[in-house]
């Protein structure tokens, strides 16, 4: 039997694997059992009511795909009156992802969403869209930090920073985060990217610019983990392009204790469960009592020498 | 929040099914008809209801993400689903090499089936292109109800239409226009459908696959006072309410204009509530 | 007849397409003509010798690579007397791709390299391998400038200034850049990525990080090349994960005056051929008279309405 | 940078071919023996060198790169090239898939070839595993320029020795040793391979695919006195010099060590230079 169970500061998880926010929802209880997977992460919520961008909103890769769709929000109200109660039948704690344009507004509706059965608050500082150009709080590490400051006054809930990759030393923002007193790190969401519909000479999204995602930005994010990883102490749940146990392997080598499953939900709607059985078969394979014991089990290389007969 | 999937005694109601391919055969020099054999599940499917086919790779046609096809037969006896699609594109083509005896990885049933039942006695449904495959069961399922269906089938040329036989087999009525006789405008389908109306009791429209057509019907069902469905399309990421991708503008009940998910609060919808394209 | 020229700044060239610095070598002439394409790029000389990282260096995704390469180079006089004169026979201008480890070096490079049969120099301010951490001259504004200002000091060449996507910003490094001197943008290097060897809980590459290049990054790039071009005047030619003529449209439309052909030389050997014909038949059958007219030629979305029949 | 790749008349001596498949059949249980019709072209290869094939993209398995593949058999005559590999991953599964009729795009021919003609006598050469297809050609082509050529085996089971007859037919001796029969050991093949110079005239080794019997050519050259190559593997992007992915170590003629590029100074090397792993 492998232990599966993983800590996150102050919480523990069944096991490592959740959803990326806004990469699941109430469809996906009618496909499997939300009680196997180790949280569950709900869709950004921001405080007023939004539509999210206009369509086309995805353009399709061979390995991933360009989504510009916005937070199309029904505000934190029907939040807690409509959606929570849908995870309610579910032992699996849940994550709430916040988003607002104002750190006060972070504040405000981080408070408004710690209720009964939201275990965590995951602050989305790195939502490509919702700003100009997509510059957002992310990218600036005195913002990421005093977002994550304002939420700590006013939730008692452990809060994880979720960061964006489009930054030039994510690690600089990872410590700044750290020391506004970030419970972890989700590291990260999708990559600014855009695409053009050339027989129509105009932008193939309506967004013009939209996140990237998918298992071809795995070993980018995966770099940003690790750098993540060495320059922070707190917990860091990985994110980005998982498609399998393998992927999710990478990400705890290299420092992760979770990993979010995000776009290959869409294609493989079991796929978080494939990832939990392939971690613990790796773990028994290679005689780990523990998935945490996964975390940063990356060593530098070995001199490599094939056995061979003559 | 709606959901139209259907729910059966399984704990999970919408699943991955890996179903053999029965046949995949070309029905014209466009469109292929696959029948899947789903002997063991997902054959809980309704009219208007789509499954997620997981197209395979081969070459430089890699799909990514699934390909949305509406359910054109439920044949519970022999425990089949049938498909008709148009090849278009990287997704459609690999579909189209399917053999028999291979395998298909499909995900449903998705989405809202089309709501006919205790609403209306004789059902006109105007279908261009592949809107057929999907308003097709439609007329075989308000057949077994004792339910009148009349389908006007638009398409480029007599060689183009397709399903006569099948519907004419469940006793539909079949009135097909083609743009090559010159009998597809919109006048003339008006026409049609208002004679339909006034001279043989239709009392519910329904619509897939032309912009034009949608337009026509919710003029005459606003005119005439009568209910009807549009089926859309959006292209689709997940197909199960997760992504956002696949939204489309409607009506919103207290006016303005609001975006609904295809695959979720669809594909079928209020023919009034759509916004035409 | 379509007019396939393009002007960077004080240099014309034939058509649009070149390769990659670094993907691209004389073996290249075996397979076809180099008359061909519009710029030969050669790869990165440094100023002292070099052999380049550890192996393994390589890691293969479905639609793109991780390469650790570094820059094996056989210094300046090597590549005056061995590589240059490989390139004599072609009336194709030669760019000659430069790097160093301080600003002075790389002053005395750039003079030392604008010797007969170089026609440009293009400033690699953007090797992730080379300096620790992915850490480059480009991620910093002021150091890029102080580069472009040092090598414009000591060359009457053009000089291109190729940046790092490695950034949060590329809009300031470019107008950094821009205010320096440069006389081009390239746009972009290969953005810093990694993998693991999870069977033996190791890195995948001998350097640990790597470039990551070819198809699959062309989103994001292509996004910061549209950045750019709203942010500079000067000519900007696009570099990341171009595999078809419909790829390199979608640089020429966002803003970009040539483009630069990288990783898929590697699977397909004359894909820059494949490029330059299908841009001017995509010209012919657009009715535009000149590429350059491709170039910002994308506009907003128009409202689509579908032409159809009842 | 020396390149062995083989100049002809034509202004590009290496191309990318479509080439239709004749056969690609098993020989054993992970070996497949694939022939090409290369009437049109790439015919022009020689001993030692490799073509980069572009294995086609199949469901999960959709390989980026080429991959290199030695040169087994060319056979000028009938125009066509013959490859023996084994199924290790992605690339080499779908390649397993191609049928007769069905077209691959080869790249080539690639590297350097091997260097023996006015040097030697009489080849030792000693291959395990792959390294086989890759040593095969030197038999043929030495027997037609009347050098004998002995060619010991490595294998691990009798039932995983391939092409003895192939290489008796082209007049060589084959001397066969098996892990299973307790007979591969280096101390075992050193005492063959020590015979062979001794007794009979043996002056030029080669080895490809064990490190092992590397290290032990290299101390017998070294001891002997005589010289030898060896074909090495690596990783490869371009195949043609350009990316420097493909890199090993061999010691630097002034001393030290050196990367040299396996697709463009080699992937024959002399045997002395190569630093075994
Ligand atoms: C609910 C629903 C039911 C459908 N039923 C049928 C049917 O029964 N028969 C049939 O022939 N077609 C049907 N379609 C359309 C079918 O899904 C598309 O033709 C198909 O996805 C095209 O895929 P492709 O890879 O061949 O084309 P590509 O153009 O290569 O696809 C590129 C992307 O665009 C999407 N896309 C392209 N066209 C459409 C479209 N019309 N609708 C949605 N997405 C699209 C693809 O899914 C893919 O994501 C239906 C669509 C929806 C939404
Ligand atoms: C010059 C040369 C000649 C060769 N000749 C033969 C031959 O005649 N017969 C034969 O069976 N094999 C030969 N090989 C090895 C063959 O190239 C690999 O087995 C093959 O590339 C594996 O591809 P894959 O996708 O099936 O494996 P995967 O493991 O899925 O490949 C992953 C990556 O690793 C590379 N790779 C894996 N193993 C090797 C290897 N041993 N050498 C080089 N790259 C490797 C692949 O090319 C690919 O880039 C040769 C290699 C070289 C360099
Ligand atoms: C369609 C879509 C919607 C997303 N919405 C959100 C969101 O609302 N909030 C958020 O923090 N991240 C959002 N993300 C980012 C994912 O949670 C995840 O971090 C990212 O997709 C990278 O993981 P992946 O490559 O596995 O998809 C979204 C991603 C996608 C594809
Ligand atoms: C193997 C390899 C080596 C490279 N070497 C260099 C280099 O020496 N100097 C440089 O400026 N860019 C180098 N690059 C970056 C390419 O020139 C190009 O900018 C990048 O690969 C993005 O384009 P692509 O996606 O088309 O490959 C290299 C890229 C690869 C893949
Ligand atoms: S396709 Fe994902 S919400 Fe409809
Ligand atoms: S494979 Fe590119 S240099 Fe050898």
């Known amino acids: 039997m492998v232990d599966m169970r ?19 929802g109430e469809g996906l209880a009618r496909v499997m059992d939300l009680n196997r997977i180790g949280a569950i992460v709900t869709k950004t919520i921001t405080p007023d009511k939004r539509e999210g961008c206009v369509p086309p909103r995805m353009v399709e890769y061979k390995d991933g795909s360009l989504m510009a769709i916005g937070i199309p929000c029904k505000g934190p109200d029907h939040y807690i009156e409509e959606i929570l109660p849908h995870y309610r039948a579910y032992a699996t704690p849940v994550v709430c992802s916040v988003s607002a344009p104002t750190v006060e507004a972070f504040g405000q509706l981080a408070a408004k969403l710690s209720v009964p059965g939201v275990s965590v608050i995951e602050a989305n500082i790195s939502c490509p869209n919702l700003e100009q150009d997509g510059k957002a709080f992310g990218m600036d590490a005195e913002a990421s930090a005093r977002v994550v400051r304002r939420i700590k006054e006013s939730t008692d809930r452990p809060v994880w920073a979720k960061l964006t990759p489009n930054v030039t030393d994510i690690a600089a923002i990872a410590q700044a985060v750290e020391a506004a007193g970030a419970d972890a790190i989700t590291c990260a969401n999708g990559m600014l990217g855009m695409a053009v519909d050339v027989e129509n000479f105009q932008p193939a999204l309506g967004n013009i610019t939209g996140g990237m995602t998918g298992p071809c930005m795995r070993p980018i994010i995966l770099r940003m983990a690790w750098q993540v990883a060495r320059a922070v102490k ?49 773990c028994r394979r290679k005689g780990l009592r523990a998935a945490r014991e996964l975390t940063g089990a990356m060593v530098p290389r070995r001199e490599f020498k094939e056995q061979q007969v003559a | 929040m709606g959901s139209g999937a259907h729910v059966n005694d399984s704990p999970f109601p919408v699943a991955e099914t890996l179903c053999p391919v029965v046949a995949n055969d070309w029905v014209n020099d ?15 499917a309704e009219p208007g209801q789509f499954f997620h086919l997981l197209c395979p790779s081969i070459g430089e046609n890699v799909p990514f993400y699934r390909r949305p096809m509406s359910i054109y037969r439920i044949d519970r006896a022999q425990g089949r689903l049938e498909f008709l699609y148009k090849i278009v594109g990287r ?3 690999t579909l189209a090499a399917l053999a028999p005896g291979e395998k298909l990885n499909i995900f449903g049933p998705l989405g809202r089936r089309f709501d006919f039942e205790t609403r209306c006695r004789h059902i006109v449904q105007v279908a261009r292109g592949v809107g057929l495959a999907t308003l097709a069961p439609v007329a075989e399922a308000a057949g077994q109800l004792g339910i009148r269906t009349t389908a006007i089938l638009s398409a480029r040329s007599p060689k183009h239409l397709m399903s006569i036989e099948y519907l004419r087999s469940t006793g539909a009525g079949v009135i097909s226009v083609t743009d ?5 405008g919109v006048e003339a389908v008006e026409d049609i459908v208002r004679g339909l109306i006034e001279k043989e009791g239709g009392d519910f429209l329904l619509t897939c696959g032309s912009n034009r057509l949608l337009q026509l019907l919710q003029r005459l069902g606003r005119e005439y006072g009568i209910a009807g469905e549009v089926a859309l399309e959006q292209h689709m990421g997940c197909g199960i309410g997760m992504c956002f991708a696949c939204v489309r503008e409607f009506r919103a009940p207290g006016g303005g204009i609001t975006y609904r998910r295809v695959c979720w609060e669809g594909p079928v919808f209020d023919i009034q509530e759509a916004v035409s394209w």
Chains 1, 3 share one sequence.
């Open chain 2, 91 to 93: 997704g459609t083509t």
């Open chain 1, 6 to 24: 993983v800590r996150i500061g102050e919480i523990e998880l069944k096991n490592p694997v959740m959803p990326g926010s806004g990469t699941m």
């Open chain 2, 30 to 44: 466009s469109y292929k008809h696959l029948i899947l054999d789903a002997a063991h599940g997902a054959i809980h």
């Open chain 2, 180 to 184: 090559s006789e010159g009998t597809s």
């Open chain 1, 234 to 282: 707190i917990p860091i749940i990985g994110s980005g392009g998982m498609a399998t146990a393998r992927d999710a392997l990478e990400y705890l080598m290299v420092g992760c204790s979770a990993v979010q499953i995000g776009t290959i939900n869409f294609v493989r709607p079991t796929a978080m469960l494939e990832v939990i059985d392939g971690v613990e078969a790796f």
